[in-house]
């Protein structure tokens, strides 16, 4: 199932979601729910927008990145996906909890009154390992870095497993059922619907 040719379409869906994602974090600066740091005045109208992009940016993110790792198992064993992950997914979050987090958690200390006799002084802080919003230690927004590199790893059997021909009557079995209930598709928003009510 290796997949040789760029998919352009998965690289130009991502960056808009990503995008998306920006001006929703952005925009949850303007609206009355609790958020890091709050503009002076807020916007209760524009809370229909927001709640609107809640809804389906997260799970967007999650099937394309699903997506991807369906391709990149496609060209790769179980034990070259798994350090493909590694050193994609670890990184990351580790240099971003030492370099992106730090001035985001700053700036909100300022915001809320907290003093530090220079920006050096609140980084070291960050060393302490003691974790938001006790301490200055935290992934804030790459968590959903972290949770996919988990989910990734933790899932591999199972991946493997609906990747090979044994699997096959099961997926078979379930296209031939979405093909012949075609809503049934639905059922998946109605269930996290329901599951976000509760």
């Known amino acids: 199932m290796g997949i040789k040719q760029r998919r352009y379409d998965l690289d130009w869906l991502r960056v808009s979601a990503f995008y998306i994602l920006i001006l929703y974090h952005v925009g949850m600066i303007f609206v009355p729910w609790d958020f890091h740091i709050k503009n ?34 496609g060209k790769r064993s179980g034990n070259e996906f798994i350090r493909e992950r590694l050193k994609r997914l670890l990184i990351p979050p ?29 980084w070291k802080t960050v060393f302490h390992l003691q974790p938001f919003p006790q301490g200055n230690f935290s992934w804030h927004h790459l968590w959903y870095v972290v949770y996919i590199l988990v989910y990734s790893l933790i899932a591999v059997p199972l991946f493997l497993y609906l990747l090979s021909e044994k699997s096959a009557k099961i997926r078979q079995s379930l ?17 996290k619907g329901y599951f976000t009510v509760v």
Do not use: C
């Open 94 to 122: 580790v240099f971003g909890m030492l370099v992106i987090v730090p001035p985001q958690i700053y700036y909100e200390r300022i915001f809320n009154g907290v003093q530090y006799v220079s920006y050096w002084d609140f």
């Open 175 to 191: 296209g031939a059922f979405i093909k012949h209930h075609p809503n049934t598709i639905y059922l998946i928003m109605l269930t």
């Open 40 to 73: 002076s005045q807020t916007a209760e109208w524009f809370e229909t927008w927001m709640a609107f992009l809640s809804q389906w940016r997260l799970p967007l993110l999650f099937m394309i990145s699903g997506i991807v790792i369906n391709y990149s198992l």
